[in-house]
Nanobody, 123 residues
Framework: VQLQASGGGLVQAGGSLRLSCAAS????????MGWYRQAPGKERELVAT???????NYADSVKGRFTISRNNAKHTVYLQMNSLKPEDTAVYYC??????????????????WGQGTQVTVSS
C-alpha cells in the first residue's frame, strides 16, 4: 500500500491550492483519511480529517478556508485550500487511518502516511 500526495507549490497570500492524495494497492477499505502539516521547527499538526461516512474535522486555524473531501471509489482524499496565509507554509502529509488491505490470504489493518508535499505561501 502506498499513499501518493501531489498538488503542493508556491502561491501568494490569498491564493489557492488543491492537494490530492491517492492510496494504491490491494485496498479493501479505508476508515479515515486526512491531512497533517509540519512547519520548520514545529511539531506535525492535524489540518483536517474525513471519515468514510463523510464526517469532517478541521483545525481551528483552517476552518472556513480549507475543505476536505474524498472519493471512496478511488481511495483519494483532497484538500482545497483557499485564502492561504504565510503561516500555512509547511510540508503537508496525507494519512490513511485504519486502512484494510489484502495481504495474500488475509486482511490486514494499519495506518499509512504519504511522502509529504511542500506548500509555500509568500506574503
Amino acid at each position: 500500500v502506498q499513499l501518493q500526495a501531489s498538488g503542493g507549490g508556491l502561491v501568494q497570500a490569498g491564493g489557492s491550492l488543491r492537494l490530492s492524495c491517492a492510496a494504491s494497492g490491494s485496498i479493501f477499505s479505508i476508515n479515515a483519511m486526512g491531512w497533517y502539516r509540519q512547519a520548520p521547527g514545529k511539531e506535525r499538526e492535524l489540518v483536517a480529517t474525513i471519515t468514510s461516512k463523510d464526517n469532517r474535522n478541521y483545525a481551528d486555524s483552517v476552518k472556513g478556508r480549507f475543505t476536505i473531501s474524498r472519493n471512496n471509489a478511488k481511495h483519494t482524499v483532497y484538500l482545497q485550500m483557499n485564502s492561504l496565509k504565510p503561516e500555512d507554509t509547511a510540508v503537508y502529509y496525507c494519512h490513511a487511518g485504519a486502512l484494510t488491505y489484502y495481504d495474500t490470504t488475509r486482511l490486514v489493518t494499519d495506518n499509512f502516511w504519504g511522502q509529504g508535499t511542500q506548500v509555500t505561501v509568500s506574503s
